[in-house]
């Protein structure tokens, strides 16, 4: 079994001035979509999340931003959905968490 982690922290003051030119360097046309009010803590965890899936999975397959989409189940708990020819979703969790001055995510992928 191989297991590759990636975690990210970033400061909310920088998304707190973002354009959405900007957004759709790192979101999806969808996660764009769903954003509900442009909460700076929410969006810097979106961010810090798919930096942490781009490090967990860069010794198999180098993904970028755009092959990453963050979403929730019911529970409100974040998964992602990779467009990944040898990586599954399935095989990657996730988990963000934020306050009003960082944001912080991890991620872990397990290959058997």
Do not use: W
Request: proline residues 2%.
């Amino acid at each position: 079994m191989i297991f590759n982690i990636g975690i990210d922290i970033e400061e909310v003051s920088r998304f707190k001035r973002i354009d959405k030119k900007l957004l759709e360097k790192f979101l999806t046309k969808d996660e764009i979509k769903n954003l509900k009010n442009k909460n700076a803590e929410h969006i810097a965890g979106l961010f810090c999340a798919k930096e942490a899936v781009i490090k967990a999975c860069n010794p198999t397959e180098e993904i970028d931003f755009t092959k990453i989409q963050i979403l929730h189940n019911k529970d409100s708990s974040p998964y992602a959905l990779l467009k990944s020819k040898k990586i599954k979703g399935k095989d990657l969790k996730i988990s963000i968490s934020h306050s009003k001055n960082y944001a912080v995510a991890a991620a872990i992928l397990v290959r058997r």
